[in-house]
């Protein structure tokens, strides 16, 4: 039976998380299907169906399905559920809202974030905040998963003879109504689950303008902009901003944190970044015990000559 992936898009894009997760769905079975609900959702559809190794794009287009509420979808997935042995979505705050959904109407438990696929039923995610992998084995006739993004590879593009199939299945429960939508402005910087490169600010910073200047320094580098629990409760920044445990994990190839602190609820959301840089006065700092380079400065000096330093190349 095969695996069906839950497609995070807006309707116009498919979000790269979905490449990440094909590459996961590869280690479960080689017969793979890409599941997109939405409204005229057309041109995602064509994007997923170059996503290598996918065999079948299952379109469900309907007004319904607009704004992707958690009710709606899961009533469809439940629906079509019979057909796989796999259902799995990212473990992302789209993720987090509708497969548990989905699990409970099933009946099945859900094994969530996890971070590596040891064998068909066999996998592993974090626990206690990311400070203990967990092993878990399940003998569940349908297995339902959250994956990491981050945790696996992006698939390749290739020419598929990949099927498209319209489902004309209409879900509108209207058990909750889409009032409206508010992210943070990126002005042209990557999408900080995807980014290669993330500058992110913490307690150390102190007023919106802070942050504009962190901005300044992102664009130089091309990075995407985040930030610790600490900056968004202070409302420095929108929360989508805000990684860690209750925020997004990321896993960049490069990770600048200024003036973080290192709190256990962060460092489970980017401990995984290939090369962390800490920024931070305090030399007592718990960040340092986990970057690879440390600075021990004020940031107010430091990140302005560093955005002049890259102006200067």
């Not at 379109?59 to 057909?83: F, R, V």
């Not at 796989?84 to 705050?93: D, E, H, V």
């Not at 994990?249 to 290192?262: D, Q, R, W």
Request: glycine share 4%; hydrophobic share 50%; net charge negative.
């Amino acid at each position: 039976m095969a695996v069906l992936i839950i497609a995070e898009h807006d309707n116009l894009n498919l979000n790269d998380v979905t490449k990440h997760l094909v590459t996961a769905a590869q280690q479960l079975d080689t017969e793979i299907h890409i599941l997109i609900a939405g409204f005229e959702p057309q041109q995602v559809v064509t994007q997923a169906s170059t996503l290598a190794n996918v065999n079948c794009v299952l379109q469900a287009s309907n007004n319904a399905y607009k704004y992707q509420l958690a009710e709606n979808l899961a009533s469809l997935i439940q629906t079509i559920a019979a057909d796989y042995k796999y259902i799995i979505a990212p473990a992302t705050t789209f993720g987090k809202n509708v497969l548990p959904r989905v699990a409970a109407l099933l009946d099945i438990e859900q094994i969530s974030d996890v971070t590596a696929i040891i064998s068909k039923n066999t996998f592993v995610h974090p626990i206690y905040a990311g400070n203990a992998l967990e092993t878990v084995a399940t003998s569940a006739a349908k297995i339902i998963l959250t994956i990491r993004p981050t945790a696996f590879m992006m698939c390749n593009l290739a020419a598929t003879n990949c099927k498209i199939k319209n489902l004309d299945l209409v879900f509108e429960l209207n058990l909750s109504k889409y009032l409206s939508i508010e992210t943070s402005a990126n002005n042209g910087l990557p999408d900080l689950s995807a980014a290669a490169i993330v500058v992110a600010g913490g307690r150390g910073l102190h007023t919106k303008d802070d942050f504009e200047m962190l901005k300044q320094l992102a664009i130089k580098l091309h990075a995407a902009i985040g930030a610790s629990r600490a900056a968004v409760d202070a409302g420095l920044v929108p929360n989508d901003l805000q990684i860690g445990q209750t925020g997004k994990v990321v896993a960049p190839k490069l990770y600048i944190a200024v003036g973080i602190s290192g709190a256990i609820q962060h460092l489970a959301g980017m401990k995984d970044s290939k090369i962390i840089v800490a920024i931070n006065k305090d030399p007592e700092a718990p960040i340092f015990k986990l970057a690879d380079y440390g600075l021990v400065a004020d940031l107010y000096q430091v990140i302005p000559e560093l955005t002049l330093l890259l102006d200067a190349k």
